[in-house]
Nanobody, 126 residues
């Protein structure tokens, strides 16, 4: 059974940083991809970053390029999202997700992901 558990959310002032870990279990990493999504109240779920594990390729939404970094630990048990230079518009519930097979570039479309975590709230104040 695949389980994804996010943590690390919280409240931060604009310009600050957070790192979100997502602990993964029951998931086979080879030739697959994982991603981070966010959803603000009244808005659709938005893909912010994705990574292909086998090729170590990443993909980012334009709104977070240069500020967010997706990565994995060497043991491939934890996915991370490092968020720098946070803005009030980054405020949302953040979710990690896992897909099946390979898709290049790693997708930012929620419909291409099969497994989801429960989310962690990030609030950025001005």
């Amino acid at each position: 059974q695949v389980q994804l558990v996010e943590s690390g959310g919280g409240s931060v002032q604009a310009g600050g940083s957070l790192r979100l870990p997502c602990v993964v279990s029951g998931y086979t990493y080879s030739n697959t991809y994982m991603g981070w999504f966010r959803q603000a109240p009244g808005k659709e779920r938005e893909g912010v970053a994705a990574i292909d594990f086998g090729l170590d390729r990443s993909n980012y939404a334009d709104s977070v390029k240069g500020r967010f970094t997706i990565s994995q630990d060497n043991a491939k048990t934890t996915l991370y999202l490092r968020m720098n230079s946070l803005k009030p518009e980054d405020t949302a519930m953040y979710y990690c997700a896992a897909g099946l097979n390979r898709w290049l570039p790693p997708p930012l479309s929620a419909g291409l992901y099969k497994y989801w975590g429960q989310g962690t709230q990030v609030t950025v104040s001005s």
